[in-house]
């Protein structure tokens, strides 16, 4: 009872997580679901729902990290846009802890865009499609995370 405890508390912790991205949100959630495998006897049933688990979590991240890029895309972007928005992600991050990142992507977006451009509207257009991609895929993410969590939350209280 007490693995199943700390577990659940990891997988929160992972949830959090996708909408903080300081945090390794569906890693938590997956290595969580290893841990309770591994920590309670590593029975077959308990390892099909980690492998359940792990392939929402997988499936998840995937397609939550491609959808910015394709929004993105879909107006327009360039590659390097995205490159200054992921570098902004990472300063943001340093910079102001726990909100940085979420402010990093956004500034590093508009900046290269408005410098790639030297066009105002272009750059908040640009901006916005990215947003929406980046709400988009954390939805998608959190989507993934919660079923993930459930899932394991539903095999946790059967075992």
């Known amino acids: 009872m007490t693995v199943d405890l700390l577990v659940g508390l990891v997988m929160l912790v992972g949830l959090v997580g996708i909408v903080i991205p300081f945090l390794p949100g569906l890693p938590l ?18 390892w099909v729902v980690f492998g359940i688990v792990a392939a929402v979590s997988v499936a998840a991240m995937v397609v939550g990290a491609a959808l910015p890029a394709r929004r993105a895309s879909g107006a327009g972007t360039s590659g390097w846009v995205l490159a200054a928005g992921a570098v902004g992600l990472v300063v943001g991050a340093f910079a102001i802890p726990i909100v940085g990142a979420l402010i990093g992507w956004p500034v590093g977006v508009f900046v290269a865009e408005l410098l790639r451009t030297r066009h105002v509207p272009t750059a908040v257009a640009t901006t916005r499609a990215t947003l929406v991609g980046m709400g988009t895929g954390i939805a998608v993410q959190l989507g993934g995370g919660v079923v993930a969590v459930a899932i394991w939350g539903v095999a946790a209280w059967r075992w």
């Open 29 to 46: 959630i997956v290595l969580g679901a290893f841990v309770w495998v591994v920590a309670d006897g590593s029975d077959t049933g308990q």
